[in-house]
């Protein structure tokens, strides 16, 4: 099985500062990652996939990257609504793998 | 618009049975691939498991031991989840997710139903 493996497990961050996350699979998976964002008490949401592809109505600071094991997700100017944890999940060749998430919080 | 409703959960004793249900509306529920996802308290997202649009693929996660089968019924929109042999470490929220396509991520999720197991 595929296992992915998010870092920092949590970070704390002012407004407007940049944000990095980083996610690492076991294996080769192309650009089969896509990140998802949860808030305190919400369900989760689709911010990119494909690796880089912003879902549709999320945010132009958010932006992914990343090929082959390593992918990161950027948030170029935090904001307070951007509380929330954040889990990558891989959907290579049929399987659904998250990773464990990251807890972002303002200083 | 796109509508996952959960329902089903509740609290029940280790080793009995529970099944949970997802009602779709706003979009062509018999063309997509539903998963289900599950959120133990404070913890992370576990995917559980998936059925393909035609019902014909059937994946699980290894955990699932064989105690849980993943199952739709296109005339009614609806996706379930039959857990048997339930042990205190499936206590979580159990969320349904539509793919975009198939084997792809989840753009639509419910709201979730909590699972709770205990004596």
Known sequence: DIQMTQSPSSLSASVGDRVTITCRASQGISNYLAWYQQKPGKVPKLLIYAASTLQSGVPPRFSGSGSGTDFTLTITSLQPEDVATYYCQTYHIATWTFGQGTKVEIK | ?119
């Open chain 2, 1 to 119: 618009q796109v509508q996952l409703v959960e329902s089903g959960g509740g609290v029940v004793q280790p080793g009995r049975s529970l099944r949970l249900s997802c009602a779709a509306s706003g979009f062509s529920f018999s063309n997509y691939g539903m998963h289900w996802v599950r959120q133990a308290p404070g913890k992370g997202l576990e995917w559980v498991a998936v059925i393909s649009n035609d019902g014909r693929i059937k994946k699980y996660a290894d955990f699932m031991r064989g105690r849980f089968t993943i199952s739709r019924d296109d005339s009614k929109n609806t996706l379930y989840l039959q857990m048997n042999s339930l042990g205190t470490e499936d206590t979580a929220v159990y969320y349904c997710a539509k793919e975009a396509n198939w084997a792809e991520p989840f753009d639509y999720w419910g709201q979730g139903t909590l699972v709770t197991v205990s004596s």
